[in-house]
C-alpha cells in the first residue's frame, strides 16, 4: 500500500513542480494536492495499525504523515491564497526529520537507496523552507525542476517498480539513485531559467504612451 501512495506521490510533485516553472495556477493544482495529501494521511494510518506493534514499520509510515501535511497545506493555501511562511517553517522541520529518517534506513532498516531517497527529499524540502519561509524568489526555477525530477526519480519511478516487482535494494541501486539526483541538483538552476514561463508584462496604464511603464 505505501508503494501505492509513493506513485501519487511523484504524480503531485510533478504537478507542484510545472507550478513553480510558472505552468500551472497554484489554484489549479490545489485538487490534486488535496487529494494526495490525504492518502498520505490515511496510507500510515493504515500501515501502523496493521504493523501490529513492529517499531520499523511504524518508524517507516510515520515519515508519510509529513508529506501528507505538506500537500494538504499547498492545497488549502492554492484554495485560499493564505501567506506560505508557516508552510515554509514546516519544510523546515521536514528536511530535518527526512534526515533523520534518512540515518534510521540506512542503519536500522538496511535500505540504502531509501536512505539515498530520503537525503533527497530532505534537500528538495529544504529549497521549499528556502522560497516560502526565507523569500528566497530567483530559486523558484531551481526548486520547481528539483520538484519535477524528485517526483520521478525518488516516487513515481521506485512505486512503479516496486509494484511490479522490479525493484533492487542493492547498493547498485542506491548508487544510480545517488548519482542522478546530484545530477538533477547540478542541473536544477540553468533548468529552471529555461524551463520556467515567460513573466507575464506588466499591464499598460490607462493614457500612458507606449514604452513609458
Known sequence: MGAV????????????????????????????????GALQ???????????????????????????????????????????????????LVVAAAAVGFAVHSWLAVGDRTFAVIWLLWAVLWFGFFLLLARHKDHLTGAVGVLALGEGLLTAAVPAFLIITGWWSESLTTALVVAALGVLLLAASAPLGRTLSAPASPAPTQPGAAPGAQ
Open 5 to 36: 501512495g509513493l506513485l501519487y506521490v511523484g504524480a503531485v510533485l510533478v504537478v507542484n513542480g510545472f507550478m513553480l516553472l510558472g505552468h500551472v495556477s497554484p489554484a489549479s493544482a490545489a485538487p490534486l494536492n488535496l487529494f494526495v
Open 41 to 91: 494521511v490515511v496510507t500510515p494510518t493504515y500501515l501502523i495499525i496493521a504493523a501490529n506493534g513492529d517499531t520499523a514499520q511504524i518508524a517507516l509510515a510515520a515519515g508519510l504523515y509529513y508529506f501528507g501535511f505538506t500537500y494538504l497545506w499547498v492545497g488549502i493555501n492554492g484554495i485560499t491564497g493564505w501567506p506560505g511562511e508557516g508552510l515554509g517553517w514546516f519544510s
